[in-house]
């Protein structure tokens, strides 16, 4: 036994046994789940659910059935996968703001725009819509290939056959391995107005198409802000993005003042979560336009935003909040699906619309063949019942005296099996009915009908023709002037983008901006006294910069690095608690120190200093940084990092350094540039000795330092006077000895 089991193993690869195994896996979650068939626009699931409720008649005239019936039905004779698959998918087709046209009809809980789930499926009931019923038209006339289910118990469809533009008209999303698929919802009378373009001219291009059909037709609504050339672009190739606005509007209350109403949001944005971002970007005072938002929806949406002031003009407010939420969102759109070949592949729309109508015409075709079937047994049957007929009274003679009469009348009557069999199931009471006018009436309606439908199968024209009759019926029952054919997304092509300064309207007020040694920032209201700060902070922390500032002044902060990083005031934490921290709030690196912390004026100068000496004299407007990573102003490094950042103020620079030297020198000695190292400022002979502190003064009001005890002026200060990047003399007597100047 042991030997015939070791014959039987088969020696193979990791690598090649993985590759092989995955590869299979991708194909199947690329082709069996996740990605919609061009020609009905349904993923498997969503088929198999559709054709299990035609099967258990759950069309729109009859009543609803438990959701918990269809799943199960559908896990057992169709996808053998787990409930909630099923019934996730189930809940999608009935949300009317999921789907464009709901291809099922649900009563009970089947969640809602704010996010909330459904209801478990034994409480939820639903049926089909007129939509499902329009994709499922002709399945039953052999108008599709059907395969064996998983245990080949049953069959069902390979496709769904109906004229119906299901994927364009419902769109679709989903995530394979290695690639995905989005596609937007469209409205079907202009889909319908397009395939009839492509019909009558399969050459027409990308532009003609989209004239039709003005981009995507989202069931939420919203606004299309893209110009026609980008639709176009997108559409040809199959991928792109779309820009989708809220709708909103103004609403004038007493006394001047205005509030603005969203009804309708992007497609695919949670309400709840919508309105959850924007409460905590107006907290943060990321929002300085807006002062409350409040949401006020019931079976619509309504969201009511109010103005910070009512000077505010609505259109500024709303561009702000279009550029910091979800307000305005980016749809990005591809075209990924399983075409006609069984393939996976990115279409452009074009491609889309003409394998959907060569699917319309092979269903035609296999329809009309079904038919002329039909029709040819049926005028076998009424060949034999004419005869039946015309010899009533021999035929039941034959019938009841012959030992096999169904020989005898094939015999007699020269009449074929089928004939036969048709006369001998024919019922007594059903004889006396047959009219000859009639039968003849029947048959010669059926010989025109066998005539029209040979002609139709010999020429492309009349397929065409009844291709465009079909699309025409569609657009009918979903005309525009209709409740659900009413396009609900608008195309208003933005040809101005309205610039928007937010600074302008962030209300003025005095702050005390507190930074600590470990990075921790806030900002107080109104000025303090610099002098009895009474504030608190985290254990082993204190305080390292207090300086005032107003709500609308730019903070900037000088690292160590030598990159200067830029906070707006009004975005400050409060001083109720610690603040927060620096390194959130900028890309600031964890061993990086905080030198310098000012209020920014972009007309003034600053002097840089680094650890040894080094430094030069920068633009304030040089010092503003755009970004969370900050400026490169001075190119410092670990041995020689940035120390200082002072205001130049004055005529005459002071330096002290750890060599226990004071150096005082002209300002105008300082060169002025964007970005560099420097120059030596003050020399030092020995690595260890380091700048402690440098102050600017004008040389007309003398030189002096400041201590506890008050301000202590030199009646001398030239024998400090030397040439920049000299050492100095030795610090004066009374010299604090921390080596700083003082405040």
Same mark, same amino acid.
């Given at each position: 036994?042991?030997? #015939? =089991?070791?014959?039987?193993?088969?020696?193979?690869?990791?690598?090649?046994?993985?590759?092989?195994?995955?590869?299979?896996?991708?194909?199947?979650?690329?082709?069996?789940?996740?990605?919609?068939?061009?020609?009905?626009?349904?993923?498997?699931?969503?088929?198999?659910? %559709?054709?299990?409720?035609?099967?258990?008649?759950?069309?729109?005239?009859?009543?609803?059935?438990?959701?918990?019936?269809?799943?199960?039905?559908?896990?057992?004779?169709?996808?053998?996968?787990?409930?909630?698959?099923?019934?996730?998918?189930?809940?999608?087709?009935?949300?009317?703001?999921?789907?464009?046209?709901?291809?099922?009809?649900?009563?009970?809980? +089947?969640?809602?725009?704010?996010?909330?789930?459904?209801?478990?499926?034994?409480?939820?009931?639903?049926?089909?819509? #007129?939509?499902?019923?329009?994709?499922?038209?002709?399945?039953?006339?052999?108008?599709?290939?059907?395969?064996?289910?998983?245990?080949?118990?049953?069959?069902?469809?390979?496709?769904?056959?109906?004229?119906?533009?299901?994927?364009?008209?419902?769109?679709?999303?989903?995530?394979?391995?290695?690639?995905?698929?989005? =596609?937007?919802?469209?409205?079907?009378?202009?889909?319908?107005?397009?395939?009839?373009?492509?019909?009558?001219? !399969?050459?027409?291009?990308?532009?003609?198409?989209?004239?039709?059909?003005?981009?995507?037709?989202?069931?939420?609504?919203?606004?299309?802000?893209?110009?026609?050339?980008?639709?176009?672009?997108?559409?040809?190739?199959?991928?792109?993005?779309?820009?989708?606005?809220?709708?909103?509007?103004?609403?004038?209350?007493?006394?001047?003042?205005?509030?603005?109403?969203?009804?309708?949001?992007?497609?695919? =944005?949670?309400?709840?979560?919508?309105?959850?971002?924007?409460?905590? @970007?107006?907290?943060?005072?990321?929002?300085?336009?807006?002062?409350?938002?409040?949401?006020?929806?019931?079976?619509?949406?309504?969201?009511?935003?109010?103005?910070?002031?009512?000077?505010? !003009?609505?259109?500024?407010?709303?561009?702000?909040?279009?550029?910091?939420?979800? @307000?305005?969102?980016?749809?990005?759109?591809?075209? /990924?699906?399983?075409?006609?070949?069984?393939? !996976?592949?990115?279409?452009?729309?074009?491609?889309?619309?003409?394998?959907? *109508?060569?699917?319309?015409?092979?269903?035609?075709?296999?329809?009309?063949?079904?038919?002329?079937?039909?029709?040819?047994?049926? %005028?076998?049957?009424?060949?034999?019942?004419?005869?039946?007929?015309?010899?009533?009274?021999?035929?039941?003679?034959?019938?009841?005296?012959?030992?096999?009469?169904?020989?005898?009348?094939?015999?007699?009557?020269?009449?074929?099996?089928?004939?036969?069999?048709? *006369? %001998?199931?024919?019922?007594?009471?059903?004889?006396?009915?047959?009219?000859?006018?009639?039968?003849?009436?029947?048959?010669?309606?059926?010989?025109?009908?066998?005539?029209?439908?040979?002609? %139709?199968?010999?020429?492309?024209?009349?397929?065409?023709?009844?291709?465009?009759?079909?699309?025409?019926?569609?657009?009918?029952?979903?005309?525009?002037?209709?409740?659900?054919?009413?396009?609900?997304?608008?195309?208003?092509?933005?040809?101005?983008?309205?610039?928007?300064?937010?600074?302008? +309207?962030?209300?003025?007020?005095?702050?005390?901006?507190?930074?600590?040694?470990?990075?921790?920032?806030?900002?107080?209201?109104?000025?303090?006294?610099?002098?009895?700060?009474?504030?608190?902070?985290?254990?082993?922390?204190?305080?390292?910069?207090? +300086?005032?500032?107003?709500?609308?002044?730019?903070?900037?902060?000088?690292?160590?690095?030598?990159?200067?990083?830029?906070?707006?005031?009004?975005?400050?934490?409060?001083?109720?608690?610690?603040?927060?921290?620096?390194?959130?709030?900028?890309?600031?690196?964890?061993?990086?120190? =905080?030198?310098?912390?000012?209020?920014?004026?972009?007309?003034?100068?600053?002097?840089?200093?680094?650890?040894?000496?080094?430094?030069?004299?920068?633009?304030?407007? /040089?010092?503003?940084?755009?970004?969370?990573?900050?400026?490169?102003?001075?190119?410092?490094?670990?041995?020689?990092?940035?120390? +200082?950042?002072?205001?130049? /103020?004055?005529?005459?620079?002071?330096?002290? &350094?750890?060599?226990?030297?004071?150096?005082?020198?002209?300002?105008?000695?300082?060169?002025?540039?964007?970005?560099?190292?420097?120059?030596?400022?003050?020399?030092?002979?020995?690595?260890?000795?380091?700048?402690?502190?440098?102050?600017?003064?004008?040389?007309?009001? &003398?030189?002096?330092?400041?201590?506890?005890?008050?301000?202590?002026?030199?009646?001398?200060?030239?024998?400090?006077?030397?040439?920049?990047?000299?050492?100095?003399?030795?610090?004066?007597?009374?010299?604090?000895?921390?080596?700083?100047?003082?405040?």
């Amino acid at each position: 036994m042991t030997k #015939e =089991i070791q014959e039987r193993i088969d020696s193979q690869q990791l690598a090649d046994a993985l590759s092989s195994r995955y590869l299979s896996y991708a194909v199947s979650t690329i082709v069996s789940r996740a990605l919609p068939d061009v020609r009905d626009g349904l993923k498997p699931v969503h088929r198999r659910i %559709l054709y299990s409720m035609l099967r258990q008649k759950l069309s729109p005239n009859a009543a609803f059935r438990k959701c918990a019936t269809v799943v199960g039905d559908v896990l057992g004779h169709y996808h053998p996968h787990g409930d909630s698959s099923v019934y996730d998918a189930m809940v999608r087709l009935a949300q009317d703001f999921s789907v464009r046209y709901p291809l099922i009809d649900g009563q009970g809980n +089947f969640g809602n725009i704010d996010g909330d789930p459904q209801a478990a499926y034994r409480y939820t009931e639903s049926k089909m819509t #007129e939509a499902a019923m329009m994709i499922m038209e002709g399945i039953d006339e052999d108008s599709v290939d059907m395969m064996p289910n998983f245990d080949g118990t049953t069959v069902e469809p390979v496709v769904m056959p109906g004229a119906f533009p299901n994927l364009l008209a419902n769109g679709g999303m989903g995530i394979a391995v290695g690639m995905a698929t989005n =596609i937007p919802t469209h409205n079907v009378a202009e889909v319908c107005d397009a395939l009839t373009l492509m019909v009558d001219k !399969p050459e027409s291009g990308t532009a003609q198409i989209m004239k039709k059909m003005i981009g995507p037709d989202f069931p939420t609504g919203g606004i299309l802000v893209d110009d026609f050339e980008t639709i176009v672009k997108n559409y040809d190739t199959g991928k792109g993005a779309f820009r989708i606005r809220a709708r909103w509007t103004v609403e004038e209350l007493d006394r001047g003042g205005y509030q603005v109403v969203i009804t309708e949001i992007p497609y695919g =944005i949670i309400k709840s979560k919508l309105v959850e971002q924007i409460g905590e @970007l107006v907290d943060a005072k990321k929002l300085p336009l807006v002062d409350d938002i409040v949401d006020e929806s019931t079976t619509d949406v309504r969201i009511v935003i109010t103005p910070k002031s009512r000077n505010v !003009p609505a259109d500024k407010m709303m561009a702000h909040l279009f550029a910091m939420t979800d @307000l305005e969102y980016r749809f990005n759109m591809n075209f /990924n699906v399983i075409d006609s070949n069984g393939a !996976p592949r990115v279409m452009g729309i074009r491609d889309v619309l003409t394998e959907f *109508i060569a699917h319309q015409k092979n269903v035609l075709c296999r329809r009309s063949r079904w038919r002329l079937g039909n029709i040819e047994r049926r %005028l076998e049957i009424l060949g034999g019942l004419l005869v039946v007929y015309l010899n009533l009274d021999r035929v039941i003679e034959i019938i009841r005296n012959e030992d096999d009469p169904k020989a005898v009348l094939m015999a007699e009557f020269n009449l074929t099996e089928v004939q036969v069999e048709s *006369i %001998l199931n024919t019922r007594l009471r059903a004889l006396r009915k047959l009219e000859e006018m009639e039968i003849k009436r029947e048959d010669a309606a059926l010989r025109k009908e066998r005539e029209d439908l040979n002609a %139709l199968l010999a020429d492309t024209e009349i397929q065409n023709n009844q291709i465009k009759a079909w699309f025409a019926d569609i657009k009918k029952q979903f005309d525009k002037k209709t409740a659900l054919g009413r396009r609900r997304t608008t195309w208003e092509a933005q040809t101005e983008e309205i610039v928007v300064n937010a600074e302008e +309207f962030i209300e003025k007020e005095p702050l005390t901006v507190i930074l600590s040694t470990m990075g921790w920032i806030r900002a107080a209201k109104g000025h303090m006294d610099l002098n009895s700060l009474d504030v608190k902070f985290k254990e082993g922390d204190e305080l390292q910069f207090a +300086f005032h500032a107003m709500s609308t002044d730019k903070i900037n902060l000088f690292g160590s690095s030598g990159r200067m990083f830029t906070l707006t005031a009004n975005d400050l934490p409060s001083a109720r608690g610690f603040g927060e921290s620096v390194r959130m709030m900028a890309d600031i690196g964890a061993e990086e120190n =905080i030198v310098g912390a000012f209020v920014l004026d972009t007309a003034a100068r600053y002097l840089v200093v680094s650890r040894h000496g080094n430094g030069f004299i920068v633009l304030g407007e /040089n010092c503003l940084a755009q970004t969370r990573n900050g400026k490169q102003v001075m190119n410092a490094d670990d041995k020689n990092p940035a120390a +200082f950042c002072v205001r130049v /103020n004055g005529d005459m620079v002071a330096m002290s &350094g750890s060599n226990d030297k004071l150096l005082i020198f002209a300002t105008n000695e300082i060169p002025e540039m964007v970005r560099g190292k420097g120059v030596i400022l003050q020399k030092y002979n020995a690595e260890r000795t380091y700048v402690l502190d440098v102050m600017f003064f004008d040389a007309a009001d &003398g030189f002096g330092w400041t201590t506890g005890r008050g301000t202590t002026k030199l009646d001398d200060w030239t024998p400090w006077v030397a040439k920049r990047a000299s050492q100095g003399h030795t610090i004066p007597v009374g010299f604090p000895r921390s080596g700083k100047f003082g405040k």
